[in-house]
RNA sequence: GGUUUCGUGGCCGAGUGGUUAGGCAGCGGUCUGCAAAACCGUGUACAGCGGUUCGAAUCCGCUCGAAACCUCCA
């Protein structure tokens, strides 16, 4: 029995060469697959929707393959400097003061809050999903192996990575693209009276001033851990001192995945991750989603409609599918007329997976090539992911479909198993899409309609188009769709 | 300024050295009591200017425009 990634040659976009590269794992069947998670300081917004849909998508397919994948992401709840490191405040510990709230609250309120849209969102939960406040002791002592192989050095409770230092024996701008030259230029002016010897150093522990909550006891004092460790400990920990996958957003490439994989490289003597994989941003006109620049909208303002840029509410489903319609790398630009399109477009799709179970099958059809739809979508998701491409492969079984109902065609048995794994697997499993309330299997409510709808029927019969049109209308006012056919009348949420 | 990208038809978005992406919207038709849905048909798109080539939107150069990162950020 072969197992489907024997028969898929899987090609990803590493950042690290730039370039598609064959996917081959460590461990052969075993994956292991590190993403950066969100800073639970706030709501989740669509940024936050997109990489962890992304990665979920990546994490889904490599499952479909057969893969055995442990898929870490972590909650960052400590360490993130609000300004510079001089005279940074946690940006938790920033919120509770704000709030009159212990740190470890907010973490709570918003870890909940996100785990809650990304429910809704349909995303999978990792594998693990470590805390950063829980893997103190792991960062420390990966501090003092850095600081052992002599590429950091500990001012007044602090520690700073020795980046020039570490450029000498390896290349920090290895993933980014940049040179320690243009670094220097660029950082000499807020260098200042640093406690770090060159601007570009980056912490990797902060001492604790008195009025910072947020503290653990270290060698160096009380303090906290620096930018980029906890990510690092914990892949290590986890996923071993080298693994296949590192993901994030594109953001996030510089300074911190370069720095955490300088922290690696000289704590576990070798580069940490095979595949790194960067997510695109959303736009909005164009310009980045973010919460610093203010026109981020929270994912639940989306799912209630309650924002000024929104025209209506859209749905979990439709968010994802949304995303899902741009490849991860490309930046997609957020508007209400796409996010309407793609509302119209995934209710299609539903639809007409519904229409599926109504098709005629017949030994003496004529070939459809379904198997041929198929394959276009192994082909699709093997080259990086495409998942426009896997939709448009499935937009042309919904054409197949409701082609075949309106001539009342019919398909050969195989061809219609084969259309039916097809839309389980790649709608459902792969893409991780859901009908929502779109379709009319809802038990009760199907029976009240069959009634109505022969209702309707009997008096269309009669020619009573008063009476007809008034159930028409009356279920459009509840929002139910009423889809008259050659052979009776389907329905659905519209 | 440096680094990394991008510029595709009304909108969103794939793709790529020669063959229809796809969705939404529009237009024409079929079906329908009328609609809707569905089906069929329908688009002289690839920023501009050069170059390479039998052939480029796809490769190269330049110009213009836009973005991300260089400070926390998905």
């Excluded at 290895?174 to 640093?194: C, F, Y």
Aim: charged share 25%.
């Amino acid at each position: 029995m072969s197992n489907r990634y024997n028969e898929n040659k899987l090609v990803v976009f590493n950042t690290l060469s730039r370039k598609k590269e064959v996917f081959i794992p460590l461990k052969n069947p075993h994956i292991g697959m590190y993403v950066c998670g969100p800073t639970v300081y706030g709501d989740a917004h669509l940024g936050h929707a997109r990489a962890a849909i992304t990665f979920d998508l990546i994490f889904r397919y490599l499952q479909h393959l057969d893969y055995k994948v442990r898929y870490v992401r972590n909650i960052t709840d400590v360490g993130h400097l609000e300004n510079d490191a001089d005279e940074g405040e946690d940006k938790i510990a920033q919120k509770a003061r704000l709030e009159e709230l212990e740190p470890m609250e907010v973490v709570q309120f918003y870890t909940v809050r996100y785990h809650r849209n990304m429910d809704q969102l349909n995303v999978l939960r990792p594998s693990i999903e470590p805390h950063a406040s829980g893997h103190i002791i792991e960062q420390i002592e990966m501090i003092k192996k850095i600081l052992d192989a002599g590429f950091a050095y500990a001012v007044n409770g602090s520690v700073y990575f020795d980046v020039e230092k570490y450029n000498q024996s390896y290349h920090y701008g290895i993933l980014s693209g940049r040179k320690i030259e243009d670094l220097i230029s660029n950082t000499r002016e807020l260098a200042g009276q640093s406690e770090k010897h060159n601007g570009f150093d980056f912490a990797i522990w902060k001492n604790a001033e008195e009025s910072h909550i947020m503290r653990w006891p270290s060698p160096w004092g009380d303090g906290f851990p620096g930018w980029h460790m906890e990510c690092s400990a914990m892949g290590c920990k986890y996923l071993g001192d080298q693994f296949d996958i590192h993901g994030g957003g594109m953001d996030l490439l510089f300074p911190h995945h370069e720095s955490e994989i300088a922290q690696s490289t000289v704590a576990n003597g070798k580069a940490p991750v095979r595949y790194w994989l960067h997510n695109n941003m959303i736009t909005l006109n164009g310009q980045k989603m973010g919460k610093s620049l203010g026109n981020a909208m929270s994912l639940d303002d989306i799912f209630t409609g309650n924002h000024p840029l929104l025209e209506k509410a859209y749905s979990p489903m439709t968010i994802r599918f949304f995303i899902l319609q741009a490849q991860y790398r490309s930046t997609l630009d957020f508007s209400n007329e796409a996010l309407q399109a793609a509302e119209k477009g995934m209710k299609k799709l539903f639809a007409a997976y519904e229409t599926l179970n109504q098709l005629k099958v017949d030994m003496n059809a004529p070939p459809m090539g379904v198997a041929e739809i198929r394959k276009a979508c192994y082909d699709a998701m093997n080259d990086d992911f495409n998942s426009p491409m896997v939709i448009a492969g499935l937009f042309e079984a919904v054409r197949l479909i409701n082609s075949l109902k309106a001539v009342e065609g019919s398909l050969l048995p195989d061809e219609f198993e084969l259309l039916h794994k097809l839309l389980h697997d790649f709608l459902i499993d792969v893409l991780g899409l859901s009908a929502e309330d779109v379709a009319g299997d809802h038990g009760l409510v199907d029976g009240l309609m069959q009634t109505i709808i022969q209702l309707r029927q009997e008096a269309r019969g009669r020619k009573d188009f008063t009476t007809s049109d008034l159930i028409r209308n009356r279920l459009g006012d509840l929002n139910i769709e009423l889809k008259d056919g050659k052979d009776g009348t389907d329905w659905q949420m519209k």
